[in-house]
């Protein structure tokens, strides 16, 4: 059984380091530990390989504390006009993110530096900091048997991540919430106030750019659910969406929950995951339906006219940006499509049906979205 305080001193143990800047993430927590603890999915490696990410979230949180007690002026800097890319999951919000990190004048959160980000890289260094190598080498020793999971969703070390991992340091994540089956912490994301971890990032973000600067360019497709609380935090945010069919976007968000639980459980409930991420899925599309109709900049972006001609769509949303599209940006990310053409590591099968669900069941959810965006469809009627 997993102890929330047990927990925080384990959290402590590890880094030295006693003081939080607040106790924003308790609640998180403990409800979070909780439905851990009652769970019957779970298996025991499972249940040690959950509590070693909480420990790790927290031992994070207080070396960014202590960080900050040491260099408050950090608190005082600007995070000006950020550019958030959201959407819908399994949307394309993955490539959007990966294109304009490769203009040079962008700063993207990195996959290692997401988990560890203090102290932040040395200038220049971000590619090449020591962190960086070892998740590399981690990387490259991967056992062949976790090449499934590559086909659904997969950074390297020093590509962009999402915002998510920053989030699980004040225990308000999505990704928290995908490891395992835990169903009153999933009601609870979906309705808790989010403000405090978008506090908790800029402040994440005020470090790591005091030494390797840029435009931030940042993505998570759960930005969706709580672009209220974004947009109160970051007010001169950019928002960028992505669209794509929902059914098939749904059918994929199901497959990748039941390759994450498969790590951490002896079973994995499919009509569970069916329930729950319809529902959250379609939030992800009415929350920003209402956003913009009160506040922010929205630009949209369709997943096919991304894929067909993705400089056609990053030149619009330059245009839209008001930012220089360079030639040495405009390479750099054609360099990157040549790199990573789709379907890297394999294609990804899934089905709405696999998961108790069928396109009759949910269109109805789904029509006060396809009435306004109407996504190029992807499923055979």
């Known amino acids: 059984m997993m102890n929330s305080n047990s927990i925080i001193e384990?959290?402590?143990?590890?880094?030295?380091?006693?003081?939080?800047?607040?106790?924003?993430?308790?609640?998180?927590?403990?409800?979070?530990?909780?439905?851990?603890?009652?769970?019957?999915?779970?298996?025991?490696?499972?249940l040690?390989?959950?509590?070693?990410?909480?420990?790790?979230?927290?031992?994070?949180?207080?070396?960014?504390?202590?960080?900050?007690?040491?260099?408050?002026?950090?608190?005082?800097?600007?995070v000006p006009r950020p550019v958030f890319v959201l959407g819908a999951p399994r949307t394309g919000t993955t490539l959007l993110n990966n294109l304009l990190a490769a203009d040079p004048a962008r700063r993207s959160l990195l996959r290692w530096e997401i988990g560890d980000p203090v102290p932040p890289a040395r200038p220049g260094e971000l590619v090449t900091d020591p962190r960086c190598l070892a998740r590399r080498a981690a990387d490259a020793a991967r056992p062949q048997a976790q090449r499934q999971s590559l086909k659904q969703h997969f950074e390297d070390?020093?590509?962009?991540?999402?915002?998510?991992?920053?989030?699980?340091?004040?225990?308000?994540?999505?990704f928290l919430e995908a490891l395992s089956p835990v169903p009153r912490y999933s009601e609870w994301i979906l309705r808790t106030d989010m403000t405090s971890a978008y506090r908790y990032q800029k402040r994440v973000l005020q470090i790591l750019q005091s030494t390797n600067g840029g435009t931030w360019n940042l993505k998570m497709p759960s930005h969706a659910l709580h672009i209220e609380a974004l947009l109160d935090v970051f007010p001169d945010a950019r928002i960028v969406v992505t669209h794509r069919d929902p059914y098939k976007s749904?059918?994929?968000?199901?497959?990748?929950?039941?390759?994450?639980?498969?790590?951490?459980?002896?079973?994995?409930?499919?009509?569970?995951i069916g329930r729950t991420y319809s529902v959250q899925f379609c939030e992800h599309l009415n929350r920003p339906m209402a956003a913009r109709a009160r506040r922010g900049r929205f630009h949209d972006i369709y997943y096919s006219a991304l894929v067909d001609d993705p400089m056609a769509e990053i030149r619009g949303l330059y245009a839209?940006?008001?930012?220089?599209?360079?030639?040495?940006?405009?390479?750099?990310?054609?360099?990157?499509?040549?790199?990573?053409?789709?379907?890297?590591?394999?294609?990804?099968?899934?089905?709405?049906e696999k998961y108790g669900l069928s396109?009759?069941?949910?269109?109805?959810?789904?029509?006060?979205?396809?009435?306004?965006?109407?996504?190029?469809?992807?499923?055979?009627?």
Request: include cysteine; aromatic fraction near 8%.
């Open 157 to 174: 070390a020093d590509t962009p991540s999402e915002c998510t991992i920053l989030h699980g340091q004040d225990f308000k994540a999505q």
């Open 48 to 78: 040690r390989g959950l509590e070693k990410i909480l420990i790790g979230q927290l031992a994070a949180r207080l070396k960014v504390s202590q960080y900050l007690r040491e260099h408050p002026d950090l608190l005082d800097t600007p």
């Open 359 to 381: 396109v009759d069941q949910v269109k109805p959810l789904l029509e006060p979205y396809l009435r306004r965006f109407s996504p190029e469809s992807e499923v055979a009627s």
């Open 250 to 272: 749904m059918g994929s968000l199901c497959s990748l929950i039941e390759s994450v639980q498969s790590g951490f459980c002896k079973h994995v409930d499919r009509d569970l």
């Open 10 to 46: 384990k959290a402590r143990t590890r880094v030295g380091i006693e003081q939080f800047d607040s106790e924003s993430f308790r609640e998180g927590l403990d409800i979070l530990v909780s439905d851990i603890n009652a769970s019957a999915f779970i298996s025991e490696n499972g």
């Open 320 to 352: 839209w940006l008001g930012d220089e599209l360079t030639p040495e940006a405009e390479e750099a990310m054609r360099a990157w499509l040549a790199r990573n053409p789709q379907h890297r590591f394999g294609t990804h099968s899934y089905s709405l």
